[in-house]
């Protein structure tokens, strides 16, 4: 099935803002096995959005248009999918309806300019939107499918995944159940991944397991994609898949499907009682930030304590040691730390930066510290890659090195991003 | 002139990286007076390439296409756009020479499959990429010009500004030049900007000063782009326009084109010879992850104290004031976080978070104080929107009211953004 995106509206076209919708849904049909051929960006213009619907409407057999169903004069999506398909446009007693319960559910009152919104082509099929007044529809341009959606990121993503991917998946004659499974690891490059899951999907041999990876340093998410006849059918292939790809990726694999890092960790603290305290450096915060904020942080994250100058730092935590960061002081400052804020645990990561202005083999030498009661694990780890990329790395090898310590897995694991 | 933007390559067409490359042209275009009228967006598949350039060259006066000049098999555009021409494909010996001694200063060798990056249309102009290896090259298709370039971003972006931007205004015959002059502001909402600005443009009544906003929560970016027979044109132009936009924002401009909130709050204390000490809670780190990791701000950076339980935060700094967030405790704990490190300034954020789960209404109540040697000043304010909405508007509230502090401006002036 040939899919197509139109993207509609000005504030896209003119780059105001940047069009994370396309490749959401991109993505979403993606994780379904259905594969977009073509996108198009047009802006707020009748004849342009003709032009793109009438394009799309002879390539395609669906096609998405996102946007320009808002109640105001440059929302046109509705007025031109009707000239493009030679049909008027018609009130919409039943979207009318809808909206008018959804103000008063709000105690709002509906404006005039909001009936705009539900004037649909003749002969269009309702898509519902239940959180918002804009009115999905679908209909026939050419010799496409046409699914109308609204701009707005969450009213787009309700209505593709309960609406639009159903109905696509029903066009595409493909009546399988399909599952996707996720896997979230940090340490190995996208290469190294792909070369380590070399061939996993040949251990379902009908290619009904397909594998994927998406990078965003310094994370990487391997993604199986799995059809089946149903549920139990796809449990049984995904099985021995999940399996060999949780051994190939061994203790690198953080976090499954919608879990995180930092719920990981927050998770393993919670179940025995522990509370966290972080002392950072460079990073300055950026490690707590990525932790404390989280719903049911405020039980475990006790106390954070932050300086560039590590003369400060030992001086905020009242030590007399060496003026040097070594794992030696690593250890000394997240023992301090542990100790004077009374937590179970307590991460420290120290870096020692490179002198001189930014370049890309800038680099940072880390020395990281895990104490609990008695015991203290530590690691050092040199980085390249201009300031940024350090300190995206030092923030995630800090979390990282904490979860490993917390499940029980060892700290100084080589990765593929640091130099010795 | 008619412009169009062709996106290439699988990893934006299933949206596994986000387009931001096609936002950046669009705006930088959009900064010099240029509009795009349409974008595409295409795999790396041979058909949809050609199709797409064909179409592209019968509707449009210039075209820029990002991607598919890179080394390996799936790096189409060259062979493509020479197809598209119906021309040849040939060895430039100049791009093969420009490659070899890019490599050489490296001290890395050329590996074979490079060379196919010297392989361009025949008649094709060379745009020169001195940090890549990629060629960017202009040629004819269909009644367009068509503008080739890498995609990797740096080197698009420094193409785009260097090569590409002043050959299109030389092709749209406005031999004009050109400024983008931009304002940073926090504490009102667009439609305000918009609003108190109505008419500045009018101030020069020749239409060669356009406004713009990008808005980007907290902040919103005013833009003003001008044009004028030259530098001294453009600058009796802007002077009044300037003025005038300053006086209307006035105290919410924070900061001016490339500068930024964190730099202005830098510089005025690296002037004064200044340090700073920071206590969160709910931000947890954010604000100092704003500040602290800048070059330069190792020297002023003192020290910073995290903590989500306000008991925790008394105790870390060694407080016996009531348990309770308010101005009052908020300037205790500023001024004994200034205290204890000997810091010039310290800023102390506190927030009173809603209880319950996460919903559009959701709030928290903020107290901050700055203090100096002797002197205290502190506001509250209350937020709705969200965990991360009050999150991310307390930190920019917080920073904001350091630098109205730093400038001897009023700390409590009210925002758009508060609730009282």
């Known amino acids: 099935m040939l899919i197509e995106i139109i993207c509609t509206g000005d504030e896209v076209l003119t780059g105001k803002i940047v069009n994370t919708n396309f490749s959401h849904v991109s993505q979403k049909l993606e994780d379904v096995g259905l594969t977009v051929r073509w996108g198009t960006t047009v802006g707020d213009d009748r004849d342009t959005l003709l032009d793109a619907f009438r394009q799309a409407g002879e390539r395609a057999d669906a096609v998405i248009v996102n946007g320009g169903l808002g109640p105001t004069v440059d929302d046109l999506s509705q007025e031109i999918a009707a000239r493009a398909a030679g049909v008027e446009l018609a009130l919409s007693e039943e979207w009318l309806t809808t909206m008018e319960s959804y103000f008063l559910r709000r105690s709002r009152v509906m404006s005039a300019n909001n009936k705009k919104q539900a004037m649909l082509p003749e002969g269009a099929e309702i898509l519902d939107n239940p959180i918002g007044t804009a009115c999905g529809f679908a209909m026939d341009i050419g010799r496409a499918r046409f699914f109308f959606t609204p701009g707005v990121p969450r009213e787009l993503r309700r209505m593709l995944e309960e609406q639009i991917i159903p109905r696509l998946l029903a066009r595409s004659g493909t009546q399988t159940a399909i599952r996707l499974k996720r896997f979230h690891s940090y340490g190995l490059g996208e290469s190294h991944v792909d070369q380590l899951l070399n061939g996993v999907e040949d251990l379902v041999p009908d290619g009904s397991v397909k594998l994927g990876f998406r990078a965003h340093y310094p994370q990487i998410e391997t993604k199986l994609t799995v059809r089946g006849a149903d549920d ?124 001189g202005p930014d370049r890309i083999d800038f680099g940072g030498t880390i020395c990281l510290a895990i104490a609990t009661e008695g015991a203290v694990d530590s690691r050092r780890s040199r980085i390249l890659g201009g300031r940024e990329w350090v300190r995206l790395g030092a923030v995630e090898l800090g979390l990282d090195c904490l979860r490993r310590h917390l499940y029980g897995l060892p700290v100084t694991e080589r990765i593929d991003f640091e130099r010795t």
Do not use: C, Y
């Open 232 to 355: 139990a059918d796809i449990e049984k292939k995904l099985a021995p898949v999940v399996a060999e790809v949780r051994q190939r990726l061994g203790n690198f694999i953080m976090a499954e499907d919608d879990d995180s890092l930092e719920g990981v960790i927050l998770k393993a603290l919670s179940e025995r009682g522990g509370s966290l305290s972080l002392v950072e450096s460079f990073t300055s915060g950026q490690i707590a930030a990525r932790l404390a904020p989280l719903p049911g942080a405020e039980k475990i994250f006790r106390r954070g304590t932050l300086a560039r100058d590590i003369g400060e730092l030992w001086d905020a935590l009242r030590l007399t040691i060496p003026l040097e960061i070594t794992r030696d002081s690593a250890e000394a400052v997240a023992e301090a730390a542990r100790r004077q804020s009374g937590a179970s645990h307590a991460l420290a990561v120290l870096i020692d930066l490179d002198e």
